[in-house]
């Protein structure tokens, strides 16, 4: 029987895996509201792969205020992945560079926790071989500023309070970042000021700019209801302590604008603090349309862009760690 790694990236709110082949699936699921059906949930996705024989896993879950401390959520993770394995060969990627047995992982759990970044980093680094470049990956809550030298990850940070202190890391994300988390009330705008609420999220205005398509199945919203043009204005409309019926449209257009100038500012920022000049800098996940709008924005020297979703695929692009395991776990045998 042919090797057919599965590559399972476990975050706190999605669920993700794919084979070096291409096949991808992402499952939404909010670990900090379920931690009990991790497996459960798990085990459907890995189902889905009938084909695998290894697996790969990475994880950012641990994180997910269900678990008290780093080391209960590595440990309730991997408790999970043993649960689904059914015999198969599974190995656990660490910021060494390096793939661990579930024995050292949980020996080592730092060594593991939140490595999905660098497994990522070590993929995609093929595409800049030589030289420094930069790995800019922005999903649905977080973005990754990852240096890279010679194909290499060269972060100055390992783990996640080293990555924010360097701004590597910048919690701020496409879909699931709060508003009231983006825009501060520190000066006057065309929208007033805005209330310190969970009322929308970066989705919202996104939808409402057209950067993100509709999808009337998503009901992973601030108020659980769909992901639509129309629902989104309501939910930008409270944020402003109105509604659709009070707030103009041009007020709902300027805090949706807002939010996507303030997590550019964020960025350029970010980018900024690392002082290592690149010229190459490789563009994925989600919001792989904010990274482009930072050099849009931002940029107008000689660099050069590549973008993972051109090179993978939209699908896989968006599970891009999850298809970096399985490309890694394939070349490394166990």
């Known amino acids: 029987m042919s090797r057919v790694v599965l590559g399972l990236d476990i975050g706190g709110a999605n669920l993700k895996a794919a084979t070096a082949a291409g096949r991808a699936e992402t499952v939404p699921f909010a670990l900090w509201k379920h931690p009990d059906r991790l497996g459960a949930v798990l085990a459907e996705l890995v189902a889905k792969f009938p084909e695998a024989t290894e697996l790969a896993v990475t994880m950012t879950g641990e994180l997910c205020d269900c678990y008290e401390t780093k080391r209960q959520g590595v440990n309730a993770i991997l408790d999970a992945v043993e649960s689904v394995r ?4 599974t190995r656990i990627w660490g910021t060494d560079g390096n793939f661990h047995s579930l024995e050292v992982s949980r020996a080592e759990v730092m060594l593991v926790a939140a490595s999905n970044w660098h497994a990522l980093a070590t993929f995609a680094g093929r595409f800049a ?39 590597e890391l910048v919690y701020t994300g496409v879909r699931r970042t709060p508003i009231c988390a983006v825009v501060r009330n520190r000066r006057p705008r065309p929208f007033g000021l805005i209330a310190a609420e ?15 398509a509709e999808d009337p199945n998503d009901t992973d919203t601030a108020d659980g209801r769909d992901a639509t043009i129309p629902l989104a204005k309501a939910r930008l409309a409270r944020m402003v302590g109105g509604d659709i019926e009070t707030i103009p449209e041009a007020t709902i257009l300027a805090l949706a604008t807002e939010v996507e100038t303030t997590q550019l500012d964020l960025l350029a920022t ?4 690392d002082g290592r000049e690149s010229k190459t800098y490789l563009l994925s996940g989600a919001g792989e349309f904010l990274a482009r709008s930072l050099f849009q924005r931002y940029r107008y020297g000689d660099v050069e862009l590549i973008s993972l979703a051109e090179k993978l695929g939209p699908v896989v692009s968006t599970c891009a760690p999850a298809y970096a395991l399985a490309v890694l776990g394939t070349e490394r045998r166990p």
């Open 198 to 212: 969970l009322f929308a999220t970066t989705l919202d205005a996104y939808l409402v700019l057209g950067l993100i």
């Open 129 to 167: 071989p030589t030289g420094n470049a930069k790995l800019i990956d922005i999903g649905s809550t977080t973005a990754d500023l990852i240096p890279l030298k010679d194909g290499q990850p060269n972060s100055r940070g390992k783990t996640d309070p080293e990555r924010l202190v360097t701004h």
């Open 86 to 89: 059914s015999g198969r060969t």
């Open 270 to 273: 970010a980018e900024a603090a």
